[in-house]
């Protein structure tokens, strides 16, 4: 009888699923405070996160291909692939905030919680695929004070665009 190999037979998968999730974050939570909010070289800062997470997906392309369920594993990382791009997207377009209508602002800071989340149940999904009942990546163990930040996004960006505004026209008069 032939078995499938699974993430635990590769040492190096069970890093994967979690660096990418790490990736996930860093991208939200590291572009938006560093890259949108204080423009530390803005572009270069989030293209760099933003290459950093594609990688770390294409990193996974090898091992679904031992996935117990190969196609539903392929679909998930297409998806998977599709929303990061919008997540990126997102925040490289969160760049401008400044200078965008407040109610474009909140249109897009508005995308990014629901669209963090899918993409954490897809990346559950995919070491489901992997791992079958015993999955290696636990989303419990997000560090302390990240459902915080999230929840509290849109009033984040509502603070920093006010301000920004309040320094225009200050500088301006």
């Known amino acids: 009888m032939e078995t499938k190999n699974t993430i635990n037979d590769a040492p190096n998968n069970p890093v994967e699923i979690s660096q990418l999730a790490l990736s996930l974050d860093s991208l939200i939570v590291n572009g938006i405070q560093f890259g949108v909010f204080l423009g530390i070289t803005p572009n270069d800062f989030v293209q760099n996160l933003s290459d950093r997470l594609l990688s770390d997906l294409e990193a996974l392309d090898e091992p679904l291909q031992t996935a117990s369920d190969?196609?539903?594993?392929?679909?998930?990382?297409?998806?998977?692939?599709?929303?990061?791009?919008?997540?990126?997207?997102?925040?490289?377009?969160?760049?401008?905030?400044?200078s965008m209508p407040?109610?474009?602002?909140?249109?897009?800071?508005?995308?990014?919680?629901?669209?963090?989340?899918?993409?954490?149940?897809?990346?559950?999904?995919?070491?489901?695929?992997?791992n079958g009942p015993n999955p290696n990546y636990h989303r419990s163990?997000?560090?302390?004070?990240?459902?915080?930040?999230?929840?509290?996004?849109?009033?984040?960006f509502d603070e920093n665009w006010k301000s920004s505004r309040a320094e225009q026209n200050t500088s301006s008069n």
């Open 102 to 130: 407040l109610s474009e602002l909140r249109s897009l800071v508005s995308q990014i919680p629901p669209l963090r989340h899918r993409c954490l149940n897809l990346i559950q999904d995919l070491d489901h695929c992997l």
């Open 70 to 98: 190969p196609r539903k594993a392929q679909d998930a990382l297409l998806d998977l692939r599709a929303q990061l791009h919008r997540l990126i997207d997102l925040v490289t377009r969160l760049q401008s905030f400044r």
């Open 141 to 156: 163990s997000e560090p302390p004070g990240r459902s915080d930040f999230f929840a509290n996004l849109e009033a984040l």
